[in-house]
């Protein structure tokens, strides 16, 4: 930010930290995450540039007043990224439904707190759920406070993600920064990063199961792989998993874009359902990246990729260590929202606060 003071951020439900990533490239200050996690927590803390972490429980009530005790300066932006499991809007209509606390918690913390923009990132379907009554009274309630709020749909490959994920965005700005544009796409589908242009310089893994500090065996081959690899020397995270010799065969049946449905009749019946059995394509962006539950599979190998290949097709550089156990660190990745797509919006955020429009293109 060229010599200027950076903007001061806190990160609700941060898990292992994909948006405030996006926000620390971008310029600003991330100062603290908040999650219930304790090992995502430990991944947060070890990538943020020194960044406290809190374990905070925001369903409990006095969850406000415990992020303002962690609080020793004024906060400029609130980034969260609640769960919507348990979201409820029945019988009356009550927002301020137990389960749907989470939700509250935010709107409490953005109206103690009063930060000059907030970000709420979520599943596309709670812009639609209950007809989209959820979604209005969250715009209602913030724009009570103070804030113009625009909400939308967006897809991370617009924005140089390799991988095809749509979330919804709720973000608001204090009236005097006037009104948040969201950043125009960097990419159409004909030129979206693919599967090989992410992940086609990393160990293929064939003849061992590698290990979670390990090293490159080839150069970079494109231009995302080299941004992916910047500072990095160290190839951290990209373990194999091992599968019996059935899985392996029956992996080794699904074409590259394939997935159940190309398997011969009576192969794989045990998981047929939309996503089982999927092989991505090496020209295509991946499919949304979950949170491992082995549902797909690396587009010329037949095994699961591994957690350094998922967090590249989420868009989190190499440098980006991630901690605990294999399936703790697989559910950090899924639930992250891509680094990059966090970048282009903090970006526009400055330039709201600048009052500017819109970021020129990368």
């Known amino acids: ?13 941060s898990g292992c930290g994909g948006l405030s990533r996006g926000f620390v490239d971008a310029g600003y200050e991330v100062i603290l995450g908040i999650d219930n996690n304790e090992t995502a927590l430990k991944t947060f803390k070890k990538n943020h540039n020194g960044a406290k972490v809190s374990n905070i429980d925001l ?37 301020d439904d137990k389960r749907n606390r989470l939700y509250i918690a935010v709107i409490e913390s953005i109206d103690k707190l009063k930060p000059k923009a907030f970000l709420i990132e979520n599943v596309p379907g709670l812009a639609s759920l209950y007809d989209g009554t959820v979604k ?29 994920r749509k979330r919804v965005f709720f973000i608001g700005l204090q009236k005097k920064y006037g009104e948040f544009y969201f950043p125009e796409p960097k990419y159409t589908p004909k030129d979206y990063i693919t599967c090989s242009d ?13 290990s979670e500090e390990s090293r490159y065996s080839v150069t970079a081959k494109t231009a995302y792989q080299k941004m992916m690899r910047k500072n990095s020397s160290i190839l951290y995270n990209h373990v194999a998993t091992k599968h019996t010799a059935l899985v392996k065969s029956i992996i080794s049946l699904v074409p590259e874009g394939g997935n159940h449905k190309d398997l011969p009749l009576g192969v794989g019946k045990n998981r047929t359902f939309n996503e089982a059995w999927t092989r991505y394509h090496s020209k295509k962006p991946s499919k949304t990246i979950d949170t491992g539950h082995r549902n797909h599979f690396h587009y010329k ?16 550089p190499d440098v980006f260590r991630f901690f605990g ?13 891509p680094p990059l797509l966090g970048y282009y919006i903090g970006r526009q955020l400055l330039l709201c606060f600048n009052k500017k429009k819109y970021a020129s293109k990368k």
């Open 59 to 95: 369903f409990k009530k006095n969850a406000v007043y415990r992020i303002k005790e962690e609080i020793k300066e004024k906060i400029d932006v609130i980034i969260a990224g609640p769960p919507c499991q348990g979201f409820s809007l029945t019988g009356s209509r009550n927002f």
């Open 1 to 13: 930010m060229h010599g200027t003071k950076k903007f001061k951020v806190i990160d609700l439900f």
């Open 325 to 337: 156990t294999r399936t703790e660190q697989n559910r950090q990745v899924g639930n992250a929202v």
């Open 301 to 316: 190998y037949n095994r699961i990729p591994t957690v350094r290949e998922n967090a590249r097709l989420q868009s989190f």
């Open 198 to 210: 992410a992940i086609g310089d990393l160990p293929s893994l064939e003849k061992e199961l590698g």
């Open 136 to 164: 209005d009274e969250i715009v209602n309630r913030l724009s009570r406070m103070g804030y113009n709020v625009k909400v939308k749909i967006l897809c991370a490959a617009d924005y140089g993600v390799p991988q095809i």
